[in-house]
């Protein structure tokens, strides 16, 4: 493998936990990304497009480097151009990387301490981190080892762990669902409605992340910055969006259909808490499914935490296949 030399760009050559040798700093340009994904993970694919879109820079692509080779890495995502890191969706650590006293989750520790200082001063609020993993990764040692050496170098920064989530996806093979028979939809008639519909769900939710959100901001504040912070960003048509109504016209729920950067999603489905029981999340992932197929998607993406079981067993349903695993942490 061919070295690379570190130019002139942030570094900590001997933090006081870090094996002599071990450098700590981010990519000096895209030209360094090959020797950034020299550790592997399922995102690096997109790495590149990502920093062409402006979803990432080279400043937020960290390295711990030994003797030009990668032994830890970090990198932070952003929803768009512009925006600052929101997530921690890349943190590696070679297995074997610690040497002497010093271990793997004390480089990848120093490592995270070191990048967040410099991208997160003055206490600003540290981003959550979120990591892919496979459907069986409980029963696998060796991906669970290495969940545990992450988890170890986080949790010494001061990370918590926060949820697990499902990563779901549709494809035509398992059929596109049938209308529903009982519920009419319409279009999303403004802002207003759905931010409204979106603050009601809200009450009794088993989602970790909009409980973390409620304990700290009330629900229409939440739905809010939810809506502008990302439904609003998605560049697919708003006319995707559905109302699902009784036929007296009363509202049951809502579901949003889009794309995001990486393909056709389900970014959010909601049943309005006096309609619950009725097994209408079926009849909403249907129509919203329906709407994506009809534009042309070969697969289409959702997720929902481990703990929502009514929502999973409606995506199992749905014909929705688990692919992935996402774990997620977050710092208080």
């Known amino acids: 493998m061919t070295e690379h030399t570190a130019p002139s760009v942030p570094s900590v050559p001997s933090a006081p ?6 450098m700590l700093r981010p990519l000096a340009d895209a030209s360094e990304l090959p020797l950034f994904t020299s550790l592997p993970y399922v995102l690096d694919d997109e790495l590149a497009g990502d920093l062409d879109a402006g ?6 692509l ?16 952003a929803r768009q151009r512009g925006d600052g890191p929101m997530l921690l969706d890349v943190f590696d650590i070679e297995a074997g990387a610690g040497t002497g006293p010093s271990t793997g989750p004390d480089i990848g520790a120093a490592l ?9 001063p003055d206490c600003e609020p540290r981003p ?27 949790a010494r920064t001061g990370a918590r762990p926060l949820v697990e989530r499902l990563r779901l996806q549709w494809a035509p093979s398992a059929g596109v669902p ?10 999303v008639a403004s802002r207003d409605e759905l931010v409204g519909l979106m603050a009601a769900v809200l009450d009794g939710t088993l989602d ?32 995707w969006w559905r109302v699902a109504t009784l036929p007296t016209g009363e509202p049951v729920g809502f579901v949003v259909p889009a794309r995001n950067a990486y393909g056709p999603i389900i970014a959010y489905l909601g049943v309005l808490p006096a309609h619950r029981g009725h097994g209408y999340a079926d009849d909403l992932l249907a129509e919203g499914t329906r709407v994506l197929a009809a534009s042309g998607a070969r697969r289409v993406r959702a997720s929902t935490d481990v703990a929502n079981t009514p929502m999973a067993a409606a995506f199992a349903r749905a014909g929705y296949e688990t692919f992935q695993r996402e774990l997620a942490m977050a710092w208080p």
């Open 17 to 22: 936990s870090l094996p002599p040798g071990v």
């Open 55 to 60: 979803r990432r820079h080279t400043s937020w």
């Open 62 to 77: 960290w390295m711990a480097l030994r003797d030009g080779r990668v032994v830890a890495r970090a990198g932070w995502w």
């Open 112 to 120: 995270l301490e070191t990048a967040m200082a410099q991208l997160f």
């Open 128 to 154: 959550d981190y979120g990591r892919y993993l496979t459907p069986g990764w409980h029963e696998d040692p060796e991906e669970a080892r290495a969940v545990a050496v992450r988890t170890d170098a986080l």
């Open 178 to 187: 049938a209308a529903s028979p009982r519920l009419l939809f319409r279009q």
């Open 208 to 239: 970790a992340h909009s409980r973390r959100d409620l304990a700290t901001m009330p629900a229409q504040r939440c739905a809010r910055e939810q809506y502008d912070g990302e439904l609003a960003r998605y560049r697919s048509p708003r006319q």
